[in-house]
């Protein structure tokens, strides 16, 4: 595929981030996320919420209606395996921008142990963090994993094309697999939107592709202190670079940092 | 086809609602006594004549058997075996193929379309053709691989029972065709006394494994075989020994869904509840401050002791 070598699949550590000067007076913006990722991000949502609805319109007789949202059973059935040919697609190109940004570090099992104070909003004492928590990576793995076993599954269950190619009792156990890995990855979405909800500023993330300083110094320290890092190593060179007494800098470029 | 009123539907797929249940209606059986059976295919001709169906000629396979398999304009099937008895005698076995009409149906079950599939008082397990999407679940739920999808206009089709001619009286086209009475149509009560007339027939002449075929794993069939070797019924084409619903499709049609859907509310409302009792996650005004000096000054940990004070403009 040609756009596996457009700027647009740069993996996001390769990615140069800037941080701003608010418009609000004292407060800076640290760039998260590229407009492509951020694009990315939201087709691979709307995919999700187009196979949510279709796939549990089949799913439990309470929720059949959904499938007038689609035209119908017949359309429900036929369009939601095309939804999840995109989605494969759309994910495939979120997993590779980010998986190196979410491998997992000792950070994050001492985060793990600091749960319970973080779900009462307590960060005293928590490990300063890269650019995601672990939290964060969980969803990442979670959905990579679930949404494989449901790609797999469900080309297996897709009867219109690939009906001839599995026996009958494959295809019971795809099934069974599909919608339990469904149920387990709307479940991992839940959490997900409502941390969006809960975490104030984060959705900006994702919407405007910049969080506050604030934000980043709260919960991914480490990765804040990169970005500022870049900033501060590219003015470096520029006169007066390192004086306090400089007027508020525009948008400053530095070097990779994630 | 529509639904009858003279016949009560008791069960309909993907639907929770109570059906009607004053009439308390009889239940019938088809009853076939393999060991009448000459493979004529009468029945098969009777059926393509009553349903108007028509399979494409297909090329012989080396065996009786034609067409090869059930498919969405086949929905009897004589299914002709070789078998080399014990003694060295050949013993050509022949069963017609076709639904069951179970008492606890898999396809029913596993249907997620409601109204798709029904189950009439009498015991017919039927395709409602308008309610169908084609998904092919009914496949994976039938224990007997009975239902066939249609690729031209993606639903599935098999044996009725000739309700039709059922709900007015009549026995199924196929009763009707046989020569040799082999297939009989009756209530189901009637035709298990038949089938044990039949049996000890069968005894008197040798064949003690001689036995009906009503399986209690599908709460039994409103299609019954009389078998002389009900010992093995997998000697007929296959016919599985103690057909059950998968355990698989037991699993993901069963408690689990519920189970399942009501994680997912529990999620959401959990999630609402946490945002009430423990409330959003603010990034305080200081936060704010201590980043804005780690963008502006090299050395962070002056900035948060407050070094940037004097140059932060203020607000
Ligand atoms: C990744 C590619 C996917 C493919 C190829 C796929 C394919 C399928 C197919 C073929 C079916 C059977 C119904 C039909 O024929 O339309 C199905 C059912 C279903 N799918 Fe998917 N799907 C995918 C992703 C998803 C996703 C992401 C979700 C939701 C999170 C999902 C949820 C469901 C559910 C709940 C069912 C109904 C299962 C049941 O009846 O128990 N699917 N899928
Ligand atoms: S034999 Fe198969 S198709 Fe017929 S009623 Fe039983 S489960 Fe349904
Ligand atoms: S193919 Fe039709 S009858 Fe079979 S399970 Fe799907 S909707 Fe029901």
Known sequence: ?258 | MADYQSLDIIRRSASTEQPPRVRGGQEVAKLIDVSRCIGCKACQAACMEWNDLRQPVQTCQGNYTNPEDLSPSVWTLMRFTEYENPDGNLEWLIRKDGCMHCSDPGCLKACPSPGAIVQYENGIVDFISENCIGCTYCVKGCPFNIPRINPVDRKVYKCTLCVDRVAVGQAPACAKACPTACIMFGTKADMIVQAESRIADLNSRGFDKAGLYNPPGVGGTHVMYVLHHADNPRLYANLPQNPRISPIVALWKGGFKVVGLAGLALAAVGSFFHYVAAGPDETDSNDETVAFDMAHFEDDRNASEGRGNDVRPSH
Do not use: C
């Open chain 1, 1 to 258: 595929m040609s756009v596996l070598h457009t700027d647009e699949l740069k993996r996001d550590e390769q990615i140069p981030r800037h941080v701003h000067d608010a418009d609000r007076k004292g407060r800076v913006y640290v760039d998260r996320y590229n407009t492509t990722q951020r694009i990315n991000h939201w087709i691979t949502a709307a995919l999700f919420t187009l196979l949510t609805l279709s796939g549990l319109s089949l799913f439990h007789p309470s929720l059949f209606f959904l499938s007038n949202l689609f035209g119908g059973g017949q359309d429900t059935r036929a369009y939601h395996p095309w939804f999840g040919v995109f989605l494969i697609v759309s994910f495939a190109m979120l997993f590779v921008r980010f998986v190196k940004l979410n491998v997992p570090n000792r950070d994050d099992v001492r985060w793990m142990r600091k749960l319970g104070n973080i779900v009462q909003n307590k960060h005293a004492g928590l490990p300063e963090l890269g650019k995601y928590n672990a939290g964060q990576k969980m969803v990442f793995w979670g959905q990579s994993a679930l949404i494989s076993v449901m790609f797999v599954s469900g080309i297996v269950i897709w009867d219109q094309y690939f009906g001839k190619y599995t026996s009958i009792d494959i295809k019971r156990y795809a099934l069974a697999a599909h919608s339990m890995a469904a149920l387990i990855a709307i479940l991992i979405i839940i959490v997900h939107i409502y941390a969006g909800i809960w975490i104030k500023g984060t959705t900006r993330a994702m919407i405007r592709g910049s969080v506050t300083g604030g934000w980043a110094y709260r919960h991914h320290r480490k990765w804040l202190r990169k970005v500022a890092l870049g900033r501060e190593e590219a003015r470096a060179g520029e006169p007066g670079a390192n004086d306090p007494h400089s007027p508020m800098p525009g948008p400053v470029s530095h070097g990779p940092a994630e």
